[in-house]
């Protein structure tokens, strides 16, 4: 054989294998999106079209006592509970938060304990048991892969909430809004049912710091059923970034989806010192963009997102080697998704009256996030994106899922503090009071996104504060005249109309036709 046949023959290996990887996976991964807007009803529709549904863990185990607060509509909760390993967990857990009757008018929600270094076992045993029901249900009644989204800037629940995923045999595990490092590794422990940990940043502190996650503890040292590995994709923002993963993650690395700084939620700084437009958004350049060829150029699956909800899209990123997109916004409008409806509606009543979100009511937030990332919302009155409304509203962190650890000076001991918290607790803690300014409590805003406002002690209910990526100009493609609802199944239509299925991973797809 010739070197021009060896040549020709490498390509064509090259072309196999890429076709081989793009049939592996689904061609369409819905995000996770927000706290329970990717809930289990919309990620199960989606699997069972044939591509990715993906539930979000964000808080998971607030969303669970607070629907079991609240009635248990349908009885899904207690079903999926049914179902979960340990039926003492179970019960007690029922116990614990549910109210067959709901909460009365104007009750606030009994809260689930905040998580810490070593967070108590009830917590922890809720949070698996959360997890587990939320992808259980997902995955009920189609033979479709679900994926569970999770951040890792909120390090202290992750390992339960994955854990509670694996129990109920979760394929895909997502993760951004950080480096996530140490999850392989993690995976690859709790599907032995062995002890994990992560390291966990404390300000302050002088040592190493780690919280760690026993299966065989928590779970109260029964017969545990054998679990499988899911897939891990990290959410990345460049090549560079990817690669890093794979050399330096404590496990295998799986595939990735690259997400740009239009999609909703939080979004990677931009590169370079931070320079602001005249709306005061973040400004992002070339080196934000990420060349698909230096992705392709890794070997592994990946999926492009962030504003990146079209066809021709979608076929630019099979053609270019990658596996699909991931695509948010637009399910996260969609009739299945967990949005408040009132809140759906009124946003595409803008849209259906002809208001273009890129006209600065979706606007990305350099500082409201109490992580540091940017944040993108929706600028809506009588929410906390409305200026008037934030200043109005009584500072309070009751929830606690983005708290920074750190270490007190004087004491030694580990505490824990939001800059969304009241101005004085967090400079008691040793916080510059400065660096509380903006900051917007995303924790109960993004629960009232979904019906399920606190109602504090003072008698006010939390406001929402709802995230879109850019892809919300998109949404008139797909609302038909005179209506301001559609379907995750019509989304799906839009996405993949004159893709050549044969290409493309959409191998159960086909009743989308």
């Known amino acids: ?57 964000t808080a998971i185990n607030s969303v669970l006592v607070r629907r079991l607060q609240d009635g248990d509509p349908g009885g899904w909760m207690r079903k999926a509970l049914a179902a979960f390993p340990s039926p003492a967990i179970a019960q007690k857990i029922l116990e614990t938060y549910f109210l067959e009757a709901g909460r009365a008018p104007g009750q606030g929600y009994k809260r689930s304990p905040m998580f810490a270094i070593e967070s108590p076992l009830p917590l922890l045993q809720l949070t698996v048991a959360a997890s587990f029901a939320e992808v259980w249900l997902a995955k009920q009644g189609h033979a479709g892969l ?33 480096i996530p490092r140490e999850i392989p590794g993690a995976l690859d422990l709790m599907a032995e049912h062995k002890v994990a940990s ?16 026993d299966p065989v503890r928590v779970m109260g040292g029964m017969q545990l059923p054998a679990l499988k590995r899911p897939l ?3 959410i990345v923002s460049s090549a560079v970034l990817a690669q890093s993963l794979m050399k330096k993650a404590t496990g295998r690395v799986d595939g990735f989806i690259v997400e740009g700084p239009l999609a909703g939620g939080h979004n990677a700084p931009p590169r370079g010192p931070m320079k602001l437009n005249e709306l005061g958004e973040p400004i992002y350049g070339e080196r934000d963009e990420v060349d698909m060829a230096d992705m ?15 066809p021709e899209v979608l076929r630019e990123v099979l053609a270019a080697g990658g596996s699909g997109i991931q695509v948010g ?18 946003v595409l009543a803008r849209i259906a009256a002809g208001e ?65 918290e009241p101005v004085e607790d967090w400079v008691k803690k040793s916080g510059v009071a400065e660096d509380t300014a903006g900051k917007k409590c995303l924790c109960n805003a993004l629960m009232a996104d979904i019906g399920m406002a606190q109602v504090q002690s003072w008698g006010e209910a939390e406001l929402p504060l709802l995230t879109a990526g850019d892809d919300l100009n998109l ?10 609802e559609y379907t995750a199944r019509d989304v799906l239509q839009y996405l993949t109309q004159g893709l050549d299925l044969s290409v493309g991973g959409l191998s159960s797809a086909m009743e989308l036709r």
Not at 13 to 27: A, E, I, R, W, Y
Not at 198 to 213: D, H, Q, R
Request: charged content about 20%; glycine content about 10%; proline content about 6%.
């Open 1 to 57: 054989m010739g070197r021009s046949d060896c040549g020709i023959d490498s390509v064509r290996k090259s072309q196999q294998k890429l076709l081989n990887m793009q049939k592996t996976h689904p061609v369409v991964i819905q995000g996770g999106m927000g706290i329970a807007v990717s809930d289990w009803r919309l990620a199960r529709t989606v699997s069972r079209l044939g591509h990715l549904g993906v539930v979000s863990a």
């Open 232 to 234: 891990f994709f990290p």
């Open 475 to 484: 949404v008139g493609r797909i609302l038909r005249p005179g209506s301001l």
């Open 356 to 420: 273009r979100p890129d006209n600065g009511w979706v606007y990305t937030d350099p500082h409201s996030s109490p992580t540091g990332f940017p944040f993108k919302a929706v600028r809506l009155t009588g929410t906390v994106a409305d200026q008037s409304v934030y200043l109005q509203r009584r500072r309070i962190c009751d929830l606690g899922y983005l708290r920074h650890a750190y270490q007190d000076a004087a004491s030694g001991r580990i505490g824990y503090r939001c800059p969304a």
């Open 146 to 178: 679900v994926g569970v989204n999770l951040l890792e800037k909120i390090q202290l629940p992750n390992l339960a909430c994955l854990y509670g995923a694996m129990l109920a045999d979760v394929d895909y595990v997502l993760m951004g809004a950080g």
């Open 329 to 346: 916004t637009l399910f996260a409008f969609a009739e299945e998704s967990g949005l408040k409806p009132e809140l759906r509606r009124e």
């Open 296 to 310: 392709a150029a890794l070997g592994l699956p990946f999926y492009m997102a962030g504003s990146k909800a079209t």
């Open 198 to 213: 992560l390291k966990i940043p404390v300000v302050g502190a002088s040592e190493e710091v780690v919280t760690k996650f």
